[in-house]
């Protein structure tokens, strides 16, 4: 079975779900047990001269069984009521809608059973492997979006990871004015239209040239709640998701600040339209705090032009005018892996086909993926930071949504303890907690997304074969 299991020609994407009339459902049931098994085994054998904390005289009393008893009934009652009130998304297509949809059992199992631990990922020493599964998550997302030195994490949902993309490119963009004030060294000579258009590269570099003023910048930055308004607008094509207000509402810039750019006719967001706006808003000297694209809107599936997007920024740096760009790719985010060979190479676009048939990515040869559509994502190694939900096209139980950023330099401006400190010693991973939005989170939902990775790899052998499966079938 050695080779068998190793070698991505024998991938059957039906061996990973339970199956429509639970085909799976024997498999499903051994493999749980076998875990369950395992975690009551630990039990047994963690310090083995324990003594038992529940007698059977206890287990055999009254009061105990009268407990057991209401637990059955609550546990019938609630099976009962979801067998009932469920919708059948898992049956044949009967519906299809709300981002359901049928799970990977890897990931199932792997939820149940580090669920029995209970580990809580905001801090390493509270489940060091479910939170060193997170930080080779993180790692896995920042390589196949293309990214050398990048990093990520799971978060909540796509929501949040919105809202975190947008904290960073809102402290990102302040820290020049905070510059001025703390470090002015460093940005001599530069005027404030010239600190708001200072690429993010220039500003990590300089944040690293700043020693021990760093925390010190942080402060200044718009963490402190001043020059919301200056940093500019946030330009999200029509077709944007309701959280990006929600986000622009709790981030402090304000609703006002988003600005909406129209889409053309495939429902991509117009770039004729976005250069005239950012033109127009430069000519009155407001400068653009970032732009959205959204890679698979989530009433239409549109791939907007990420390239053409990043060729903009280019051409307008030369006029002195930067923007950070934020990919929302919750939906269709691992669509990446359709474009990745096993070494991880995006491959060239006359390449696909053979790719694709070496691992059946599709089983009819018909022109799936347009040009269009392979030139934007190419080009995400290019943005700043990235939204990819687990729980959507990733086939993960909720709630598994994440983020990627494009330089681990950049957690620097959003966190809560001197990086530092933890970085010059212990090779532990990240303190998670420090660096996220979110405080407490599932253990579980790592193991979920690590074990979804590890049995599909991020490739176009792995996860690109369920997305080829997903597009034909749809
Ligand atoms: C689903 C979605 C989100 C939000 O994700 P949730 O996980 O539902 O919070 C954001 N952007 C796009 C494009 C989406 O499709």
């Not at 709300?98 to 905001?122: D, F, I, K, Q, R």
């Not at 040869?365 to 939900?389: G, L, M, N, R, W």
Request: proline share 4%.
């Amino acid at each position: 079975m050695e080779s068998l299991d190793k070698d991505p020609k024998y991938t059957d994407l039906n061996a990973l779900f339970i199956g429509d009339k639970a085909e799976n459902g024997d498999l499903y049931k051994e493999l749980l047990n076998k875990l369950v098994d395992e975690h009551l085994g630990w039990r047994k054998n963690y310090i083995t001269q324990d003594k038992n904390m529940i007698s059977p005289q206890e287990q055999d009393s009254t009061e105990f069984k009268g407990t057991v008893e209401r637990m059955r009934n609550v546990l019938d009652e609630l099976s009962q009521r979801i067998r009932t009130e469920s919708v059948p998304w898992h049956s044949a297509g009967r519906y299809w809608g709300h981002m359901n949809s049928e799970t990977l059992m890897p990931s199932l199992l792997a939820y149940n059973y580090a669920m029995l631990w209970n580990g809580n990922n905001v801090a390493y020493e509270s489940s060091p492997a479910t939170s060193q599964m997170e930080e080779e998550v993180g790692h896995e997302f920042a390589s196949m979006m293309g990214y050398k030195n990048g990093w990520g994490h799971i978060v909540a949902d796509g929501s949040l990871a919105n809202l975190e993309g947008l904290w960073y490119a809102r402290n990102i963009k302040s820290l020049p004015l905070a510059m001025k004030e703390v470090t002015p060294e460093l940005v001599k000579g530069l005027d404030e239209w010239q600190l708001l258009n200072m690429p993010t590269k220039k500003i990590m570099d300089l944040v690293s040239k700043s020693g021990n003023k760093m925390d010190d910048l942080k402060a200044k930055s718009a963490r402190s709640g001043k020059n919301l308004q200056k940093l500019g607008k946030w330009l999200v094509p029509q077709t944007k998701h309701y959280s990006w207000m929600k986000a622009a509402d709790i981030i402090g810039i304000g609703l006002d600040q988003v600005v909406p750019v129209p889409v053309d006719n495939n429902f991509r967001m117009d770039i004729d339209a976005l250069e005239s706006t950012i033109n127009r808003l430069a000519a009155d000297h407001t400068p653009i705090l970032g732009v959205v694209g959204v890679a698979g809107t989530t009433e239409e599936g549109a791939v907007d032009e990420i390239d053409k997007i990043v060729e903009l920024r280019n051409k307008m740096a030369k006029q002195g005018i930067y923007f950070y760009i934020h990919v929302d790719a919750a939906y269709g985010g691992y669509l990446r892996t359709i474009f990745l060979d096993k070494d991880n190479n995006f491959v060239p676009y006359d390449k696909l086909p053979e790719l694709h048939k070496k691992y059946g990515v599709f089983t009819e040869e018909k022109q799936y993926i347009k040009p269009e559509v392979y030139k934007a994502y190419k080009a995400f190694d290019e943005v700043e930071s990235i939204t990819i939900d687990p729980h959507k096209m990733g086939y993960v139980p909720y709630a598994a949504g994440g983020i990627v950023i494009q330089d681990v330099r950049m957690r620097d401006v959003i966190s809560y303890f001197a990086t530092y400190v933890f970085e010059k010693g212990a090779d532990i991973p990240a303190l998670l907690g420090a660096y996220i939005l979110e405080g407490s989170k599932a253990g579980a939902t790592a193991a979920s997304v690590w074990a979804a990775h590890h049995v599909l790899p991020l490739n176009a052998s792995g996860y690109g074969k369920l997305q080829g499966a997903s597009v034909e079938g749809s």
